[in-house]
């Protein structure tokens, strides 16, 4: 069908929007794809939902491609499977929380791990219906912070995200690397220029986790990669100067300590050695040592040390639950909370020690990405901005800090430099934290049961949308790849004569027939606008109609290069499918 710019639903803005920070949501308002509701909230108008649907397909074909199911859950979910993992709590304020006419508490989901889990526990029970991998691609809810440029971060935004459940560690092994290929293929088909790194640089063992990050100026995530070879690692944060201590609230004997931002191992042995604990660490001390030197004489009631991740961030649970033993793990009761009210923040944490009462101590003032020792309910000692994989193995050998720019590549080639990206997909062996939560079994041959193990994986379609023009624009305006194109060609009718608009008609009509999609800019406008809208919206082809057709040519235009071709108008639907 043919669009007809006189009639179709959209207004065109001269004027950059106020609050656009960044050119993608600069452009996309300015050409009226999308139209702010609410902070972090758009509406997606004609031209916006035929890009959104368009990499949608992509993704869904692409999913597909691996056997991968596609099935939709409510985005409106009870409370009760994210009590069972904990998340209702650990999402902190991420999570969009309400209740029912009744009472009852829900929430709308920020992603579906727990139901997929639940689903598939429901439906399979036997060796033989494994391996099996699910996706929806559904709009997703969380309460950001910093909801920022456009819809690049959203409250609601719409998610592919897929989970692979497998009977051995092999199995999701191969599930993992499935979704790894088909992302790049993916990303690739989109035309995005993106580097996949290590979510924790590593230290985790392997390819537990990967995000792929489009490189954008404006990306919020830096990472570094290596001058030579293909070595990329994510950072979280920069260097900045330790803030002083701080006093804790309701405890004049307890101080917060701040280490700088992105410690090294050396950094947090330092700190440990300076914070008045009356003991010595080394950096072959491991997590356990820490916490056992760390206990307070006289303690008798608890020692723990906590890792606190973010909450959108994983971390292998079970191993860090391996490493601390669960006798030398005190239990804690609401009683603890009580007397201590400003540590008490919900839990995460491994599924027994949350069995046995133990909760995940939390300051309030303290980020994620924190760990922190507490001895004896005496003094607190607390490491920001320390992260679990990238500082240190929470089962394993305390080790330095891989990724820092200007430091040579781990893998011998080259130095790392660091530069900025936007995260689009993120790749997750998740292990058997969700199936332990829901004992998801499947009999096996012997009629033993075998504990599921699963991943998930996430792409930001709408984010994409934001990402794509960001990297495919210029001064006048958007510049769409043609996969994701809201068209194919762009006709610009150029001139009031009649004969122009009917040859005009002609040719769309022709290309429409010929499966080309066609805008066609057939207003009352003087061609000065038409081109102006028509540079602004992005189709890739601009085709021109206008004097020459009494010569039997048209001109068209790529918009990426601004090369203009005449080409006769007998051969044009041959030239341009
Ligand atoms: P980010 O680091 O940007 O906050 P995330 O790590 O929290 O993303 P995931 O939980 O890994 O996101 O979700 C999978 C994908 O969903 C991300 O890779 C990203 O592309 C997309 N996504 C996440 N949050 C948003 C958001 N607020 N708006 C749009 N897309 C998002
Ligand atoms: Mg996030
Ligand atoms: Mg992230
Ligand atoms: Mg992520």
């Known amino acids: 069908m043919i669009t007809r710019t006189s009639s179709l639903f959209l207004r065109t803005l001269r004027e950059d929007p106020a609050d656009a920070e960044v050119p993608s949501h600069r452009l996309l308002v300015r050409a009226g794809y999308v139209r702010r509701v609410a902070p972090g909230g758009y509406s997606w108008l004609p ?19 691996i056997g991968a199911q596609e099935i939709q859950f409510p985005a409106l979910l009870p409370r009760e499977p994210y009590e069972a993992t904990g998340r209702w709590t650990e999402y902190g304020d991420g999570l969009f929380r309400l209740k029912d006419r009744k009472g009852a508490d829900y929430l709308l989901g920020p992603t579906h791990e727990e139901l997929f889990a639940l689903t598939v526990k429901g439906e399979y029970n036997s060796y033989r219906d494994y391996p099996v991998t699910l996706y929806q691609i559904q709009t997703k809810y969380r309460d950001e912070a910093r909801p920022r440029a456009g819809i690049l971060r959203g409250r609601e935004f719409v998610m592919k995200d897929s989970y ?56 919020e995530d830096t990472y570094v990669r290596s001058t030579e070879s293909g070595y990329a690692a994510n950072v979280e944060a920069v260097v900045t100067p330790a803030p002083a201590a701080q006093p804790v609230e309701g405890r004049p004997d307890a101080q917060v300590h701040h280490t700088p931002n992105t410690p090294t191992i050396e950094t947090l042995v330092n700190f440990l050695n300076t914070a008045g604990l009356g003991r010595t660490f080394t950096a072959a001390d491991t997590l356990k040592n820490v916490m056992l030197k760390t206990r307070q004489p006289g303690a008798k009631e608890w020692d723990l040390v906590c890792v606190a991740v973010p909450g959108d961030r994983e971390v292998d649970m079970k191993r860090l639950e391996a490493s601390l033993e669960p006798a030398e793990v005190a239990l804690l009761d609401e009683a603890d909370f009580a007397k201590n ?26 980020a994620p990405g924190t760990a922190w020792v507490t001895g004896a309910d005496k003094v607190d000692h607390h490491v920001v901005d320390l992260l679990a994989g990238r500082d240190f193995i929470p089962d394993g050998t305390i080790e330095a800090a891989e990724v820092r720019e200007g430091d040579a590549s781990p893998d011998g080639h080259g130095t790392l430099v660091a530069a900025r990206g936007i995260e689009i997909g993120h790749i997750f062996q998740l292990g058997r934290k969700y199936t332990d939560a829901f004992e998801v079994d499947a009999l096996g041959p012997d009629s033993k049961p075998i504990r ?44 009031k004569d009649e004969a122009v608009a009917a040859g005009a008609e002609k040719i769309a009509a022709d290309l429409d027939a010929a499966g080309i999609e066609v805008i066609l800019d057939d207003r009352k406008a003087s061609p000065g606008v038409k081109f102006a809208d028509a540079e602004l919206v992005g189709v890739p082809t601009i085709l021109v109609v206008g004097r020459g057709l009494a010569n039997g040519v048209v001109e068209v235009k790529d918009r990426r290069t601004g090369e203009r071709e005449e080409i006769a108008v007998d051969a044009i639907v041959e030239h341009l499918v």
């Open 341 to 366: 009210p400003f540590l008490v923040k919900g839990y995460i944490g491994p599924k027994a020690l949350q069995d046995n009462g133990v909760r995940y101590l939390a300051d309030p003032r303290i």
């Open 164 to 219: 692979s459940f497998d009977l051995d560690d092999d199995g999701l092994a191969r599930s993992y690397q499935a979704h790894r290929d088909a992302y790049v293929k993916l990303f690739d088909r989109l035309g995005l220029e993106y580097v996949v790194v290590k979510a924790t640089s590593g230290a985790m063992g392997g390819s537990a986790s990967e995000e792929f990050l489009a490189v954008a100026e404006t990306g």
């Open 47 to 65: 031209l916006g939902l035929r890009v959104l649907r368009r990499i949608e397909a992509v993704v869904r074909e692409e999913m597909n491609a």
């Open 452 to 495: 599921i193990t699963m991943g998930s994986y996430g792409v930001g379609v709408s984010r994409l949308v934001g990402v794509l023009a960001e990297q495919n624009h210029d001064d006048l305006g958007l510049i769409w790849p043609r996969v994701v194109s809201p068209f194919d060609v762009h006709i610009v009718i150029a001139g």
